[in-house]
């Protein structure tokens, strides 16, 4: 019989879309993000959980489970990047960045004052530890 399942198979194939979909856009998410966001999900759907209501995130157990059912999505090592790299977007890739954050302006119906421009002095050029993030099986620019 086993454990009981929280997430019936849709909300866990739509929790599997959503991970991939912040991923495309350049916000990969790690084990923890994945784990709390399961959590929140639980929680404000009023299902019955053995999350861990302390941390106010999904179990481990949970994760590896959710992972061996979805094998469209690996967990890598993103390459650290610096400022001067990132900079150096081609063309495609700011075309690419421009028409993402266009779609997500009309979806989400953001005006001007909304969008944010966000100096970059006092940061690090490199980042020291990059988190895993959950990417799609196969890709390798993330």
Request: hydrophobic share 35%; aromatic share 12%; net charge positive.
């Amino acid at each position: 019989m086993g454990r009981f399942s929280v997430f019936n198979e849709e909300v866990q194939a739509e929790l599997a879309k959503h991970i991939l979909i912040f991923e495309e856009r350049m916000f990969g998410m790690g084990i923890r993000d994945v784990r709390k966001l399961a959590f929140e999900l639980a929680t404000r759907n009023n299902l019955k959980h053995n999350f861990n209501t302390d941390k106010r995130m999904a179990g481990k157990k949970w994760y590896y489970g959710f992972m061996s059912r979805h094998k469209e999505i690996s967990l890598r090592q993103p390459e650290k990047t610096s400022m001067a790299r990132a900079a150096g977007f081609s063309k495609a890739r700011a075309d690419k960045f421009y028409e993402l954050l266009k779609t997500i302006c009309e979806e989400d119906k953001f005006t001007a004052t909304r969008i944010f421009n966000v100096d970059e002095t006092g940061c690090s050029t490199v980042q020291r530890q990059c988190q895993k993030i959950l990417a799609k099986k196969g890709k390798h620019h993330f």
